[in-house]
């Protein structure tokens, strides 16, 4: 039966990519698919688009795909090329040469395994590249997405935190990321599904979930000599804590800048460090900011 290994949101990771593309080779998988978001967040994402161009695998659109692109086509906010909290956009997007620009453009939204074509995959959701799905989403926006297609198996990613349910006898699997987890596990994550039996949906399959690890050090190091870190100031200070700590911590910088009523820059992130628990749940934490909105 086939084993197809499936990874996302690399983000400009390349040391984590390699790890986890030893990790593959290691598990003798007959088919490898990839769920977008090759840039972004991490300094190298040309390095990433080229390596993957050069293995050939097939590969979804991500969210941070069309940021970027939205640079390099001029497609955002003209504000957005001056405020400081978007340096670090504009130096990625800067990042790209043409071929990477070319290649990330012609991504389709979806794709499904040549293998096993009771496997599709989407970088976010069906319907968006920015919808994320997850322990919280209803079943009824599963089952939603599950009637519109053929294949007993969704494949996703985004959000950074893996998970796998079965929604009736389909199954909705996340696949996690590469280069920057959202779970509190430092270690690069990636899934191989492997094919039980010819029965279509949530029966025919075995998921597992893979954790990778490697040297954090060595990205870090990258931040440093390739001018990232310096270049794209707040943002990528914010981008470093979240691979320390692996969770979200740009998101919430930004919701509680605004809450506060100030500027997301370097002056205000020891403020918020000293208000911001990476280790807690992030839904208490914005169930407060909304509370201080509500009462400014």
């Known amino acids: 039966m086939s084993r ?6 690399v983000h400009g990771n390349m040391p984590a990519l390699e790890a986890v593309l030893s990790d593959i080779a290691a598990q003798r998988v007959d088919e ?7 840039v972004g967040r991490g300094p190298e994402g040309s390095r990433v688009v080229r390596r993957i161009v050069g293995e050939g695998w097939p590969c979804v659109r991500g969210n941070h795909e069309d940021y970027l692109l939205g640079f390099r086509f001029r497609r955002v906010p003209e504000k957005w090329w001056k ?11 800067a990042e790209l040469n043409e071929e990477d620009v070319h290649y990330i453009d012609s991504l389709p939204l979806s794709l499904t395994s ?23 989403t209803e079943e009824e926006r599963l089952r939603e997405f599950l009637a519109a297609q053929e294949e007993g198996l969704l494949v996703c990613a985004h ?35 492997e094919r ?35 270049a794209g100031g707040i943002t990528t200070q914010l981008l470093r804590l979240e691979l320390e700590h692996a969770t979200s911590f740009l998101v919430p910088f930004i919701e509680w800048a605004q809450a506060r009523g100030l500027r997301p820059e370097n002056s205000a992130l020891e403020r918020f460090r000293q208000e911001f628990d990476p280790a807690a749940p992030l839904a208490p934490f914005f169930s407060r900011l909304d509370r201080i909105r509500r009462a400014n």
């Open 196 to 230: 039980r039996t010819a029965q279509p949906g949530a029966d025919g399959w075995k998921v597992e979930l893979r954790q990778v690890s490697y040297d954090l050090g060595e990205i870090f190091s990258i931040y440093d000599s390739s001018g990232f870190l310096r």
């Open 114 to 136: 040549v293998l096993e074509p009771d496997l599709r995959l989407v970088h976010a959701s069906p319907a968006s590249t920015r919808e994320g799905l997850g322990s919280w």
């Open 32 to 38: 490898v698919l990839v769920g977008g978001d090759l």
């Open 159 to 193: 959000t950074h935190r893996p998970m796998v349910r079965r929604v009736g006898d389909a199954l909705v699997v996340n696949v996690g990321a590469v280069g920057l987890p959202f779970n509190r596990d430092t270690r690069a994550q990636y899934a191989i599904f």
């Open 4 to 9: 197809i290994a499936v990874f996302a949101d």
């Open 83 to 93: 405020l400081p909290e978007w340096s670090a956009a504009r130096w990625m997007a």
